[in-house]
């Protein structure tokens, strides 16, 4: 039985449709802006400290309303706190507001009076289901606060964001140090950097009595950190290596000794039980000075640099593949002589859960159709087939025969398609990594930053998935590969607050992959965590 429940991503008539939904159900418009407003308090009491001016940006609609309430109850929190409506008088601006400067806005001169001595702006102008541009005085509140150094939260949206966009950025948008959001997130929260300029700026979503039967999504898309719930329940106290999964790792040539033994090191520290690292004879002395706990097995390789093809053989793979749970194959074999038909007949063999990420993956590059092929014999065998691809954009491009450009211009769609056609689990990587489905399902990944962009970090990837596979694939295959996506871009987050985004090694990321696990997904207070990392250094929020 699954023990997670994905978060489905919405667009806005969706998530208008969703509060229509909760009405209908007995939640009042009033209670939902209540809980709304109450969570935007509760989140700027506890990430932004002190006893400094707050003054609330109000709207006159359910956006405005939000911040007024969220006015109030920083006010009977003892906080001082200006609101500023614009456009006339917000939804709840008749509302007993105790302890609250009210103005109403006409002008800029008026704008910057309110503005005046704030330590910290709660944008609440526009939200969801407004359509760019700014006009009018909202649009000279954006100027004022783009050249302040004044923190901002953005109620729901930062004003301005089209909650439908899938771009990175949004030019003529309010800019925010954190968003607070409710219910589910919108496709702008996940495919937006909407802290621009604040890498780990916080974006957060807050229950606010939605019931999960009114939220309803068309796209298929759902976000990747829901699944890390699987690694958050405790191991079971008798639990032996043994049954927390043995991991082969298939890679390295000569010179190229550095891929296998982070992928394998990257399994270990992610939880897998066993790892074996297979890599060509001549570099296996250096694999195994990297971990005394990696096991080692030699791979025969031709003169041609090349692995040998008698490896395949019935008795010799046999032993190789003894006590393995997943495969992880591909990282830093090359494409010497016979490598890549090795590769393919590996694949074709071996009928374990697999990873295949690199070289392994150019061994398919314009022949995708036999992976498609051998899945299908499998299933009409009656025994499916795991395998989950690990491309970055140039190998996706090779492996289907596109531009990269092309490939970059319908990330969705294509991982879509690769995936429901082939039968297989693709993981796209690039900013939001996609971890696409065979039953069409896209999981968007909202965790990593620039300094990942390092040589190695795929290598890390492979080993990650391959452990998650290994503990949690028989129970849960699409969790365990979500989660484990999810855990390397936390990882590669924790590496880069402790260092700069300049320094971090793709080893640095596997070094913080406990603050990671350690991590809550939803914290004590209900919020779950899109994108950005606590302060806590510790992992806990």
Known sequence: MRQWLAMKILTAEEMGAADRRSVEAGVAVEQLME??????????????EGD??????????NNGGDGMVAARHLAEAGRRVRVALLSGPARTAGVEMGGVELHEISDEVGLRAALEGAALVI?????????????????????????????VVAVDLPSGWDADSMEGWAEGAFRADAVVTFAAPKLAHVFGHLTAGKTFGP?????????????VSASGLT????????????????????????????????????????????????????????????ILSTVAAVAPEMMLTPLATEDSGGLAMEMLGKEP????????????IGPGLGQEGTTPEWVRAFVDRV????????????????????LKDLVKDAQTRGKPRTLVLTPHPGEMARLVGMTVKEVEADRVGLARRFATEHGVTLVLKGWRTLVAHPNGRIA????????????????????????????????DTEAAVEAAVFLHGLAGDFACLAQDEHTVLAMDTVGHLWQAFRARVTDAEGFTWISGTATNRTGER
């Open 35 to 48: 809980a709304a407003g109450s969570a935007v308090a509760r989140f700027c009491l506890r990430r932004f």
């Open 52 to 61: 400094g001016l707050v003054v609330v940006l109000a709207g006159k609609g």
């Open 123 to 151: 944008d609440a102008v526009v939200g969801t289901g407004f359509r760019p541009p700014l006009r009018g005085l909202a649009a000279v509140a954006q100027g004022l606060l783009a050249a302040s150094s004044v923190p």
């Open 203 to 215: 974006v957060v979503v807050a229950g606010i009595g939605t019931p999960e039967e009114a939220i």
């Open 223 to 282: 976000w990747g950190g829901s699944a890390k719930a699987i690694a958050e329940k405790p191991r079971a106290i008798n639990g032996n290596k043994g049954r927390l999964g043995h991991v082969l790792v298939v890679g390295g040539a000569s010179g190229k000794a550095g891929a296998p033994s982070m992928a394998s090191v990257a399994a270990m520290r992610a939880g897998a039980g066993l790892v074996t690292a297979a890599v060509p004879r001549e």
């Open 317 to 328: 793979l046999a032993r190789l593949l003894t006590g393995i749970t997943v495969v992880g």
């Open 351 to 370: 009928t374990l859960p697999m990873v295949i990420d690199a070289d392994a993956l150019n061994a398919f590059a314009g022949k995708s159709m036999l």
């Open 444 to 475: 968007v990944n909202t965790t990593g930053n620039p300094s990942m962009a390092k040589g190695g970090s795929g290598d890390i990837l492979t080993g990650v998935v391959a452990a998650m596979l290994a503990q949690y694939g028989a129970e």
